[in-house]
C-alpha cells in the first residue's frame, strides 16, 4: 500500500516509519468524556502498542478528522481506533 500522504508536522522519525492511514480509515474516535480517565484501562491510545508518547501513532496520521469530523492534529491518549492493538506493558 502506498500513499502520497506527506505530514507538515515534526513528529519523532519512529512515527514515520510506517505508510500511515488516515483518522476516518482507522475508525479513530476521540472522546471527550474519557479525557480524564485512567486510560491504562481499556480501549485507549494510550495502552495501544501502536501509540508514541505524547500524541502520536505508528500506523495512524495526526492530522485530519475522526470519525466524528474533530480536528486536534494531535492522537489522543483517550481516543480509541478499530486498530487497536493491546501494550501490554501499559494496560492494566
Do not use: R
Not at 516509519?17 to 468524556?33: A, D, P, Q
Not at 492530522?63 to 494496560?91: F, H, M, R
Amino acid at each position: 500500500m502506498s500513499s502520497n500522504f506527506l505530514s507538515t508536522q515534526k513528529i519523532p522519525q519512529q512515527a514515520t516509519e510506517h505508510n500511515k492511514l488516515t483518522k476516518v480509515t482507522s475508525g479513530y474516535m476521540e472522546i471527550e468524556e474519557f479525557k480524564d480517565t485512567d486510560t491504562h484501562k481499556g480501549y485507549f491510545c494510550y495502552n495501544c502498542d501502536y501509540f508514541i508518547k505524547p500524541e502520536h501513532c505508528m500506523i495512524v496520521t495526526d492530522e485530519g478528522q475522526d470519525i466524528d469530523g474533530n480536528i486536534s492534529g494531535k492522537i489522543l491518549p483517550y481516543a480509541v481506533c478499530s486498530l487497536w492493538t493491546p501494550n501490554e506493558k501499559e494496560i492494566k
